[in-house]
């Protein structure tokens, strides 16, 4: 089932799929269910994500999103659940023998992590020209509806580690935009996100909604506003990079915080961080830089971490 709403909230639009029948209806102002039959499964999916593009062109709205939307070829659970839990020296290995996996059983995510891996490793113009021709054939089983969507590279530029989407640069502001991006096939192990502006609260809801959410490991946000509402949808968070000023409550898994000074000699860091261990105060302003005493209490740091303070004029 796939939510849609207007700008105005007058209407809502929902589509369930059920065996090869799509069930349309507008819950304000409408007629009842519309339903479709088609003959098969493989159909009524095709004709059910078609509709879901349709509506967005018309300016809907994707506000709760359905796995039908982007649903891998092959998936296998338990692998999956071992790839996130293993530490950096494991999980190359393991996304190799998945990848190896999903190929057995016709997913092309298999090839192109296999592809992109060994890209990673040397220069080869055959390897480029072969994953950029395999993303082009397959473009739907491999990013979901993502690439029919305008803007959607600047809007949400991938991050490549082992042959999969490691993470995301976020510069949308369009809530639709980034649920398509996170549930893309080849998004599954997505770990990072970067917001290069401030992040809207469509974004924030499609973080929020996802439900892989509990994998990311890493976030790094440029603004001060609404951070807490995204730390508070992240409990698997670990490294964070914020301003110093920002305003949250604190976060009871982050390890390590990068704290940025920019020139701003005012603000101090709120909250509790339980687990940090390790605190980066980057300074880019201009003339001596601020001592750390003038940025933390000692009541948001009870583990009395280790911090290091880096200048940079850039």
Known sequence: MALFSRDDRTFNLELAR??????????????GPHRTDHGDDATALAAFRRRVLELVGEGWKLSLPDGDLARPIARDPELEAKIVDAGDDARPGLLAVYADWLSERGDPCGDLASLRARKELATDPALAAAVQQLELRREVDLFGLLTQLENHREGARPVWRDGWIDGYDIATSQGTLASFALLAPMARFVRALVFRHSHSPGVRSAIALWP???????????????????LDVL???????????????????????????GDVRRGRLTGTWPAVTEVVLRYRGVGAAPKPIDLIDDAALPGRPEIILTTSRD
């Open 212 to 230: 892989q959410r509990a994998q990311i490991t890493s976030l790094v946000v440029p603004h001060t506003g609404y951070a807490q509402e995204l």
């Open 18 to 31: 059920s065996g090869s029948t799509v069930v349309e209806e507008m819950h304000v102002a409408g007629s």
């Open 235 to 261: 409990p698997g968070l670990r490294s964070l990079t914020m301003p110093v000023s920002t305003t949250v409550r604190g976060h009871a898994g982050v390890s390590r915080l990068v704290l940025e000074l």
